[in-house]
């Protein structure tokens, strides 16, 4: 009985430990409530509040969406296979969920709500704003763009007087550098089709996200992106 009572410990310790180690979410304190931040892996991010259920590019490599929260809003930032997945979305979409994407993902998936580059809706009590996102530097062998310009967006979010920025697939471009109040910031770091660290530290010094998540990674090394970010003491690193 004893040694069956020390394996019941020995096990809830382990699986307590297992929890911790795999638990991704933060919790930023808003004017209007909690708000529940999870980087559920790759370029899909998940956020709840006041009882409503986010999810940004949901991709079925990085999770099963079938045990995921459904959905009350999606956001797709552009067309490429790991961020416009129709069969995740398939998978947390209700009745009534919303879904807010480009005008290529809706020409290909035949739904939802297209949001342009500059474009402002109030959805859920939340202000969303479509921010450009593209590359400038890095292309194809052909010459052209990894993802050109106009095609997809990065979406700043409004949740109370916090203001979360989700960039998607692009580069330091002049639109992100010049957002202003940002409280969090994911912003992708994958070469070639995204953002070197240095890339990442000269649009975070420029407009100065509060929190800034590393996101979108690949097998770049996020220690490189805190040493340039040493001597910025306003912008706190979270990797996870």
Same mark, same amino acid.
């Given at each position: ?19 911790? /180690? ?28 006041? /009882? ?26 552009? /067309? ?161």
């Amino acid at each position: 009985m004893k040694l069956r009572l020390i394996l019941i410990w020995i096990f809830l310790f382990m699986f307590c430990l297992v929890l911790a /180690e795999t638990s991704t979410f933060d919790v930023l304190e808003t004017k209007a409530g909690p708000l529940k931040i999870t980087l559920v892996g790759h370029g899909s991010v998940l956020f709840e509040f006041n /009882e409503k259920v986010i999810h940004v590019d949901p991709f079925s490599r990085v999770a099963d969406y079938t045990q995921m929260p459904k959905a009350d809003l999606i956001l797709i930032t552009h /067309e490429h296979g790991d961020h416009l997945d129709t069969g995740a979305i398939e998978k947390i979409k209700k009745e009534d969920t919303q879904i807010l994407l480009t005008q290529i993902c809706f020409d290909r998936a035949e739904f939802g709500s297209v949001m342009k580059n500059g474009d402002k809706q109030k959805v859920l009590g939340i202000l969303i704003e479509a921010v450009p996102a593209y590359n400038i530097e890095h292309k194809r062998d052909s010459g052209e763009p990894f993802h050109p310009k106009n095609n997809g967006n990065g979406y700043v979010l409004t949740f109370g007087d916090k203001r979360i920025y989700v960039a998607g697939d692009t580069e330091n471009t002049p639109e992100m550098k010049a957002l202003k109040n940002i409280d969090v910031a994911f912003l992708p770091m994958n070469v070639p089709y995204t953002m070197t660290p240095g890339m990442v530290a000269d649009a975070a010094k420029a407009f100065q996200p509060r929190i800034l998540y590393p996101y979108h990674r690949g097998d770049t090394d996020t220690n490189e992106l805190i040493e340039l970010l040493k001597d910025e003491p306003g912008i706190e690193v979270r990797v996870r």
